[in-house]
């Protein structure tokens, strides 16, 4: 291990305890109902993929619209420094000519970042390699997580995507993305596995592999697949008992057992391409537009408390997956 990679080492651990301590007092404010701003932004940045996924609409937009670089400006102008994660999603980001530039400048912007995440299908291996280690240089040690969606098999894979290399290519890209690991620690690489009703039982032959992340298809807004919905996923506790990292489990356990408390709002946000701010990406409720003047002040208002309220209550979609799930387990890690 070279020195460079020592120093790196060090200050992703240093990271990610300065993100612990933040949790810590932010919980404190939760528990004392004090106003936050939400510290977990998603941000839809385009609206088209490459892959025909039967249990998703995406593909089927007409309108291909990318955000506009003067929205994301003029957001982190006002509120970057809030934000610690910040996620992007498309839905395939890498069919963008100027991503890469796109995420350096969101990033360089937030002061206070500790962590950046994306979501591919990694079927363009040679552009994610080149602009995951352009972004990497720019990242000053911040924490970079890439997540892969992957079925196990590649049969069931490729079915679901209805494309022959869509396996190959997303493994590939993985296997590639490994190895630059060892020369940033910084760089996390997850293979995320939606689970629905056509690849359920492959769920317990894989629970204890490395670098999973388990999600569930959603009806909503976005996954409008009612055929592919399973509205009962089959768990049992020996799964659970089986499966490998903390959250992967208590994603799972909670799934199971419904006693999960939604923080969306309170801790994340999501911006779709055409400048409003949701709840999170399976509840179509508008808030607000990001040209409203104080975003901080409406969402902390009166007004915005019913929502918080039907949110408690699962008067919404009542969706499970990591993008608000891992926040719910954060901030009730007791349970």
């Not at 919980?27 to 941000?43: D, V």
């Not at 909503?220 to 489990?249: A, H, Q």
Request: aromatic content about 16%; hydrophobic content about 40%; overall charge positive.
């Amino acid at each position: 291990m070279n020195t460079q990679v020592i120093i790196r080492t060090f200050y992703n651990f240093y990271n990610k305890i300065q993100f612990l301590i933040f949790l810590i007092i932010f919980n404190i404010k939760l528990w004392l109902k004090r106003n936050t701003f939400p510290y977990k932004i998603t941000i839809k940045i385009n609206n088209n993929c490459n892959l025909r996924c039967n249990f998703c609409n995406i593909w089927q937009n007409t309108n291909k619209e990318i955000i506009k670089n003067s929205l994301l400006k003029k957001f982190f102008n006002n509120y970057a420094k809030h934000i610690k994660i910040l996620s992007f999603t498309g839905w395939e980001l890498f069919l963008i000519n100027d991503i890469s530039e796109k995420i350096i400048d969101s990033i360089k912007s937030c002061p206070n970042l500790n962590i950046f995440s994306l979501t591919t299908n990694w079927f363009f291996t040679k552009k994610i390699l080149i602009t995951t280690e352009h972004i990497l240089k720019q990242l000053n040690n911040k924490i970079f997580i890439i997540n892969i969606s992957i079925d196990w098999w590649e049969k069931i894979h490729n079915k679901l995507r209805w494309n022959k290399l869509s396996y190959e290519n997303a493994m590939n890209t993985y296997n590639k993305l490994l190895k630059l690991r060892s020369k940033y620690p910084n760089l996390e690489v997850n293979q995320e596995f939606l689970l629905n009703k056509e690849n359920q039982h492959i769920l317990e032959t894989k629970v204890k592999q490395k670098n999973i992340i388990i999600s569930t298809i959603q009806n909503s807004d976005f996954y409008n697949k009612d055929d592919i919905i399973i509205p009962n996923i089959v768990i049992n506790d020996k799964t659970i008992r089986k499966t490998r990292g903390f959250f992967n489990k208590k994603f799972l356990k909670w799934y199971l057992k419904h006693h999960y408390n939604c923080y969306a709002i309170q801790s994340s946000l999501f911006i779709n391409w055409d400048w409003y701010i949701y709840p999170c990406i399976n509840w179509n409720k508008v808030l607000i537009n990001i040209n409203n003047s104080n975003i901080e002040k409406e969402i902390n208002s009166w007004k915005y408390d019913n929502i918080k309220q039907n949110i408690k209550d699962k008067k919404c979609p009542w969706c499970w997956t990591p993008c608000e799930g891992y926040l719910s387990i954060i901030h009730e890690f007791w349970k």
